[in-house]
């Protein structure tokens, strides 16, 4: 199942005359916050909001540079995207004046070769393709790896299929591909990993399946113990085996294409599930405040989220 184009309205065609605008590309590329975060933050707290061109490409107005590059400060302290985004600049300001700036250790690699990616997917080149994935990923800490590798290669097939460059069988070609390269490179962190067990899926009616396996390298990078059970799991089949194991906490992977089922499902899944069970909820689609759930908005939150999972267990 491939997502059909978004439909813009009439008042998101029109820009407002006199501001200059930027593509979420861009605006990533001058603030240095990921696309897909930037994609997080707009749907679940409008800002930064976009504008819809007519031919339905996003862009953003320059003025939020300098904001959002002062709200990645204050993530770079440690404090949550859900403090921080909402802010007003007072308090964002004030944020930044009281928490001390720490050691800053991500790691950034070289931009990878768009045309060349792209050509190999329409010229379905296993080989290239997979050398343009594996680049960078023996040098790199593995969430840096899929921050700074594996997200930029799904923003581009997402751009290219909303362009009309590539088919259903290209992004799925390209999406296998992906699965592989992260599934290999989990494999040397699932044989040593001893720390708690967390179940991973995505909900029923929810086909997107790579933020399920970003997530499981980003946890067994961490030592956690992962049992993955891919995409469009039945609700009562995920509580009845995060029980059945022994699991810490679930994790489920909710896409933009889905948010509106999103709420709903996870309210039955946390009812499937222990008290002691945490359900923990990241992707574009995951709902904020949601009772009894705890939404990340990036893959360093649900990093900090695992360590604390670690901290927990050895005080136990």
């Known amino acids: 199942m491939t997502p059909s184009k978004p439909r813009t309205t009439a008042s998101e065609d029109k ?9 979420i590309g861009g605006l990533s590329r001058a603030t240095g916050v990921p696309i897909e975060t930037l994609r997080t933050w707009e749907l679940r707290y409008g800002f930064p909001k976009s504008v819809r ?3 339905g490409h996003r862009q953003f107005d320059v003025s939020h540079v300098e904001r959002i590059r002062r709200m990645g400060q204050a ?16 308090v964002l300001e004030s944020l930044l004046a009281t928490v001390p700036v720490k050691p800053v250790t991500r790691s950034q690699a070289l931009p990878f070769d768009t045309h060349s ?26 969430l840096a790896y899929l921050e700074t590798r594996i997200a930029p290669c799904l ?41 708690p067990l967390v179940v991973l899926a995505t909900l ?39 029980e059945r194991t022994g699991a810490s906490a679930v994790a489920v992977s909710a896409s933009i294409w889905t948010h509106r089922q999103a709420p709903a499902a996870l309210a039955e899944l946390r009812s499937e599930l222990p008290r002691k069970i945490e359900l923990v909820v990241g992707g574009a689609g995951a709902p904020a405040n949601l009772k009894g759930t705890t939404a990340f908005s990036d893959l360093r939150e649900l990093d900090a989220w695992s360590q604390e999972l670690l901290r927990a267990r050895r005080k136990g």
Do not use: C
């Not at 770079?76 to 600049?89: H, I, N, S």
């Not at 070609?173 to 699965?179: I, K, L």
């Open 15 to 23: 820009a407002e005359a006199g501001k200059a605008y930027v593509s």
């Open 53 to 55: 061109k007519p031919s």
């Open 75 to 90: 993530l770079d302290r440690g404090l949550r995207a859900g403090d921080v985004v909402p802010a007003t600049d007072a």
């Open 117 to 142: 990616f792209i050509e190999a997917v329409k010229k379905f080149d296993a080989d290239r393709l997979m050398r343009s994935l594996y680049s960078d990923l023996a040098n790199e800490d593995p």
């Open 155 to 195: 923003e581009v097939l997402g751009t290219a299929w909303q362009k009309g460059e590539i088919d259903v069988a290209h992004e799925h070609f390209a999406s296998e591909r992906v699965s592989d390269v992260l599934r290999g490179a989990r494999l040397r962190f699932e044989e040593t990993a001893t720390g």
């Open 204 to 242: 029923p009616g929810e086909p997107h399946g790579l933020g399920v396996q970003m997530a499981a390298l980003a946890l067994s990078a961490r030592g956690l113990r992962v049992l993955s059970l891919g995409t469009e799991v039945p609700i009562a089949e995920i509580g009845a085996l995060a």
